[in-house]
């Protein structure tokens, strides 16, 4: 995606809010981050799976900071009503249970999220990207679910 589209304020808010909102792909990243940092202590499973969940939702990250750039908006870390996330938006969660459940939840809304946008985006090449990054998302919440079972963390 290299060619500077359109202007579209209310794409750029969807957009906007995908990327940097309180429940978007930067909070998620910075989240899985801190977890894999957190679980290389205790769990190597647990932590190379957050391992790649920190990788993708930096893919998404990317995917999403350079639709904001095309459509002439701002890739800066904020929602479309310009509140800037922080750390303070990351679970910062320690007890393993309760941990992988909260990011459960993270990436499920994070699904209903980006198909939202597939249903109100008509650009072709925006919905094309998004689609990558649903595709990134529902193998993020395959890996957890598939770890949470191997490590006994949920029951089947």
């Given at each position: 995606m290299s060619q500077l589209l359109s202007v579209n304020s209310y794409?750029?808010?969807?957009?906007?809010?995908?990327?940097g909102g309180s429940k978007g792909c930067f909070v998620n990243?910075?989240?899985?981050f801190y977890q894999y940092n957190q679980a290389k202590e205790f769990s190597l499973d647990n932590a190379e799976c957050l391992k790649l969940l920190?990788?993708?939702?930096?893919q998404n990250c990317?995917?999403?900071?350079?639709?904001?750039?095309?459509?002439g908006g701002d890739n800066r870390y904020y929602s479309s009503s310009?509140?800037?996330v922080s750390g303070?938006?990351?679970?910062?969660?320690?007890?393993q249970s309760k941990m992988f459940v909260c990011d459960v939840e993270m990436l499920e809304i994070g699904i209903i999220e980006v198909k939202n946008a597939l249903q109100k985006i008509e650009n072709k090449q925006i919905k094309e990207e998004l689609k990558k990054i649903l595709e990134n998302k529902k193998n993020e919440l395959k890996m957890l679910k598939e770890t949470f079972f191997k490590n006994n963390m949920l029951k089947k």
């Open positions: 794409y750029e808010g969807l957009i906007q809010n995908l990327f990243f910075m989240t899985f920190h990788q993708l939702e930096l990317e995917i999403l900071s350079n639709i904001l750039i095309m459509i310009r509140k800037y303070f938006n990351v679970d910062y969660s320690k007890a």
